[in-house]
């Protein structure tokens, strides 16, 4: 049966994980962001900052391939590394989700790729990098002076993640089924937006 459940993958500063709480309560469904990341680490027995700092370590096929040969008795996934296997472990969970809850709205974690045939709505937010960078500085507390790198970095780890545990492009919007500019529309009404979109799409897919 296939399931009704918005994924929404999101530049840094651009409000996406606010649009989607918003978007959830609206719907009266959960909304999933940093729970996935956290529930992952403590099934791992990490710290999150950790877990989530091992995402910018994209491991290359050469690295790869030496690892696995130096041990070939390990199980492939024991031989991941910790960047792979973060992936694997987020997406296991992610999908024990799909099985309990009918709907929800997923944040990040590539939700888009790992519940394609849930039928799910994909959500993709962006916005220009000088209001992007004002959002960093006014709700997140980055100092003026770092916004920028921090948003770059932010970016980069996202488009990486995404790209290379997907095969797909981040940034691609053809990949999504609906792409909102929040510096032109506002956290509310991209929200409302997803609503009114999801709802026509479930009822077209019933």
């Known amino acids: 049966m296939k399931k009704n459940i918005i994924t929404i993958e999101r530049q840094y500063g651009s409000g996406g994980s606010v649009i989607g709480k918003l978007a959830a309560e609206k719907l009266g469904i959960n909304c999933y962001n940093r729970q996935i990341l956290e529930m992952t680490a403590a099934k791992c027995g990490i710290s999150p900052e950790y877990l989530e700092s091992a995402e910018e370590n994209v491991p290359t096929s050469f690295l790869y391939s030496l690892l696995l040969s130096a041990n070939p008795a390990r199980s492939m996934e024991d031989s991941l590394p910790l960047s792979d296997k973060v992936f694997l472990m987020e997406s296991r969970i992610i999908t024990e989700i799909s099985e309990k809850e009918e709907s929800f709205v997923l944040v990040g974690r590539c939700g888009s790729y790992v519940l394609e045939d849930k039928g799910c709505f994909s959500v993709y937010i962006y ?22 790198s921090v948003m770059k970095k932010a970016d980069k780890r996202r488009e990486t993640f995404y790209n290379v545990n997907t095969g797909r492009l981040w940034q691609d919007k053809d990949s999504y089924s609906l792409c909102l500019n929040s510096a032109v529309l506002g956290d509310d009404l991209c929200a409302e937006l997803i609503v009114m979109a999801y709802k026509e799409y479930n009822a077209k897919n019933a």
């Open 127 to 148: 916005a220009n990098p000088e209001e992007r960078i004002k959002r960093a500085v006014a709700d997140y507390g980055i100092a003026p002076n770092k916004a920028e």
